[in-house]
């Protein structure tokens, strides 16, 4: 496989299950990342890992639960969710501190809370 | 807090004709520009990448950059129907930020 592959493409969960998001890059990068989209609401940054450390958290609830065990696999665990966390989300990986390179996208997770 | 700021659209072109889409940012230190396109349905693919002040060309894409003015834009030259989707705007390296994004038509 080449890219980056984000299972399960579409995920619908009730508001008391606890499940998990997983994201595989082959593309040799060194940084990962987790976007939120929702509907007509600009690409929002959760998490960034750089090297496998946490380098950002952006004000994410801790419902979202992210956790990145090397540099080619990351996971975001999710409990507890409210309807208005249905949205994509996008995992992305690139190379850090690398200016001539870019963010590459997997397809996402279609996630619906009911 | 770091914003980028589009146009939402939606904006529609004929064929054959340029499409102009414009992005702000706020962060004055950002010194990495993107421009993704995005079909409905899937992620989004960069399409250009734009560091230094001035025009960027590839193929029929050009980039421009104003950073006094925090100012990106993407010219699409000829634009053909395949070029209909969402073009986002993003700003910035290890943290990068999105626009909501240009929704475009190209009209046959």
């Known amino acids: 496989e080449t890219g980056v592959t984000q299972t399960p493409r579409h995920l619908v969960m009730g508001m008391t299950n606890k499940k998990s998001l997983k994201c595989e890059q082959h593309?040799?990068?060194?940084?990962m990342y987790w976007y939120k989209q929702s509907a007509k609401k600009p690409l929002e940054l959760m998490f960034v890992?750089?090297?496998?450390?946490?380098?950002e958290n952006n004000s994410v609830p801790s419902r979202f639960s992210p956790e990145c065990p090397n540099s080619s696999h990351l996971f975001l665990h999710l409990h507890t969710l409210q309807p208005e966390d249905s949205a994509l989300y996008l995992c992305a990986s690139s190379q850090w501190h690398s200016q001539n390179t870019e963010a590459f996208f997997g397809q996402g997770t279609r996630l619906t809370v009911v | 807090q770091k914003e980028v700021e589009q146009n939402s659209g939606p904006l529609s072109v004929p064929e054959g004709a340029i499409a102009s889409l414009n992005c702000t940012y706020s962060d004055r230190g950002s010194q990495s520009f993107f421009w993704y396109r995005q079909y409905s349905g899937k992620s989004p693919e960069l399409i250009m990448s734009?560091?230094?002040?001035g025009d960027k060309e590839d193929g029929r894409f050009t980039a421009q950059l104003n950073k006094a003015s925090q100012y990106v834009s993407l010219l699409i030259r000829d634009s053909q129907p395949s070029d209909s989707a969402t073009y986002l705007c993003a700003v910035g390296l290890d943290d990068m930020r999105f626009g909501a994004g240009t929704r475009l038509t190209v009209k046959p």
């Open positions: 593309l040799g990068h060194n940084a």
């Open positions: 734009i560091y230094s002040n």
């Open positions: 890992y750089n090297f496998k450390e946490q380098t």
